[in-house]
């Protein structure tokens, strides 16, 4: 059983930035969702348990970064140069693994979700 406690989210301006954290007890690989209203639910990036690997949708590349500490059993997302269509509820998921290297970038790969948190980026 994997269980997330997601927290971070908030309202900034456009360019500003924000991180999400998510606390997830177990051996995991993670990522994080977002979803708009009336859009559907995306990936917007993934890490292995191991933080070796990680994957970026194309519409946070070189804005976004997800890294993890597993130490502090910790995963984060830093949203920098954030834009109005960055708003959204945002969701870390999680997928049980023994593979260190990993990532999963379906939703419908994943088992267990945060309860989200609303990002807001007014223009």
């Known amino acids: 059983q994997v269980q997330l406690v997601e927290s971070g989210g908030g309202l900034v301006q456009a360019g500003g930035s924000l991180r999400l954290s998510c606390a997830a007890s177990g051996r995991a690989a993670m990522g994080w969702f977002r979803q708009a209203p009336g859009k559907e639910c995306d990936i917007v990036a993934a890490i292995s348990w191991s933080g070796g690997r990680t994957y970026y949708a194309d519409s946070v590349k070189g804005r976004f970064t997800i890294s993890r500490d597993n130490a502090k059993n910790t995963v984060y997302l830093q949203m920098n140069s954030l834009k109005p269509e960055d708003t959204a509820v945002y969701y870390c998921?999680?997928?049980?693994?023994?593979?260190?290297?990993?990532?999963?970038?379906?939703?419908?790969?994943?088992?267990?979700w945060g309860q989200g948190t609303q990002v807001t980026v007014s223009s």
């Open positions: 998921a999680a997928r049980t693994s023994i593979s260190t290297v990993t990532i999963h970038t379906s939703r419908y790969e994943y088992t267990y």
